[in-house]
């Protein structure tokens, strides 16, 4: 319970916009949770919340690689159409955006509206959000031409 306590406390403080101090409480969580328990889950959840926390320091490539080792392993566990996983690929997409990696984002978002249309169809909520974070990424790269605008 300490541990669950722990990372809570450590979501909590990274939400309200106090990530530097977050950022050791998730550390610490992670370290006594990959101590004492080995469940595969619960350490991707924390490097998840350490994803975001990273992303909030504005610690882009860090919470990049996170974002990439966390999104693969939950598509190796639950399929890439499990509902968790589109919320972890618009967080991936937001930090490629970040980094200026344009083209990676706009051909990750591609497979994943894909991806949902497939599982859910158009009007889902979840496709219209990657459709939003693909429109969003288009409209930001100031490379993207006409074409790619389109859709």
Aim: glycine residues 6%.
């Amino acid at each position: 319970f300490r541990c669950l306590g722990m990372e809570r406390v450590g979501n909590a403080l990274s939400s309200s916009g106090r990530s530097k101090e977050a950022l050791p409480v998730l550390e610490a969580t992670l370290a006594l949770i990959r101590r004492y328990w080995s469940d595969e889950r619960d350490i991707l959840r924390v490097r998840g919340n350490l994803a975001s926390c990273f992303y909030n320091l504005q610690r882009f490539d860090e919470a990049l690689a996170l974002e990439r080792e966390f999104y693969a392993k939950r598509v190796s566990m639950d399929g890439a159409s499990a509902e968790c996983n589109p919320a972890r690929a618009g967080n991936l997409a937001s930090t490629l955006r970040q980094l200026n990696k344009w083209v990676e984002a706009k051909t990750f978002l591609r497979e994943q509206v894909a991806i949902a249309t497939q599982a859910w169809g158009e009007s889902h909520g979840i496709t219209m959000k990657l459709n939003a974070h693909l429109r969003d990424t288009l409209h930001l790269d100031p490379a993207a031409t006409r074409d790619d605008l389109r859709l």
